[in-house]
């Protein structure tokens, strides 16, 4: 089993709409969260962290569920600019963890006109 | 500019051959972290490090691939003796310390022929 999964989807949505992406990880000890965009042949560019009170950046909101290790994204009134590949991120810290990003297999959103 | 570069862009080598994959972080950028993206999946975690020291090489997949960061700025990846299971994007990212936000590189795709 995979340390964060996502929905690989993708996801083919109108503009407009409201989309949210899901991620769940397994490692309790976790204790810091991101989701990343990456575009096609791009590097991986950090959107936003999550917080557990939940956190909004103009359209984008993040939350996160210690209990059930449950991460999600919600983009609302999607744009034709929001199509990319999204990668749910969980950083490991303390003892014996060097701050090292593991990765979710991210989720493909294509917004069409 | 002021963003982690990486060289080269492209490298395409024979299976068997020795390959060297270059990065250069963001000035001051004390932590230096290289992933590993293949088709179609989330980067993984190949080494880390914290200047020259080299604190995390738990996600290097066998003894063909070996990095360094002798003076604690650049550094470089090498692999010997490729495989055609190598080739995939190499994304080098940096950061202030272990558990500020990575930057990444726009990524070395190499691909083993």
């Known amino acids: 089993r995979k340390e964060v999964e996502q929905d690989p989807g993708p996801f083919n949505v109108p503009e407009g709409a409201t989309v949210a992406f899901n991620c769940t990880y397994s490692n309790s000890a976790s204790q810091s969260f991101f989701w990343y965009r990456q575009d096609c042949r791009k590097e991986p560019k950090l959107l936003m962290s999550v917080y557990s009170s939940g956190n909004e950046d103009g359209r984008f909101t993040a939350q996160l569920n210690r209990a059930s290790q449950y991460i999600s994204l919600l983009i609302r009134d999607s744009k034709l600019s929001d199509s990319a590949t999204y990668l749910c991120v969980v950083n490991a810290h303390g003892s014996g963890n060097t701050g090292k990003l593991i990765f979710g297999q991210g989720t493909t959103l294509q917004v069409k006109p | 500019g002021a963003g982690v570069s990486q060289s080269p862009r492209y490298k395409v080598a024979k299976r068997g051959q020795d390959v060297a994959l270059r990065c250069d972080p963001i000035?001051?950028?004390?932590?230096l972290f290289w992933y590993q993206q293949a088709l179609g999946q989330g980067p993984e975690f190949l080494t880390y490090?914290?200047?020259?020291?080299?604190?995390?090489k738990s996600g290097l997949p066998s003894d063909r691939f070996f990095a360094e960061r002798p003076e604690g700025s650049v550094s470089t990846l090498k692999i010997q003796r490729t495989q055609q299971e190598d080739s995939a994007v190499y994304l080098c990212?940096?950061?202030?310390?272990?558990?500020?936000?990575?930057?990444f590189g726009d990524g070395t795709r190499l691909s083993i022929l």
């Open positions: 990212a940096s950061s202030f310390a272990g558990t500020q936000p990575q930057h």
């Open positions: 490090f914290q200047n020259e020291a080299q604190l995390d």
């Open positions: 000035s001051g950028h004390v932590s």
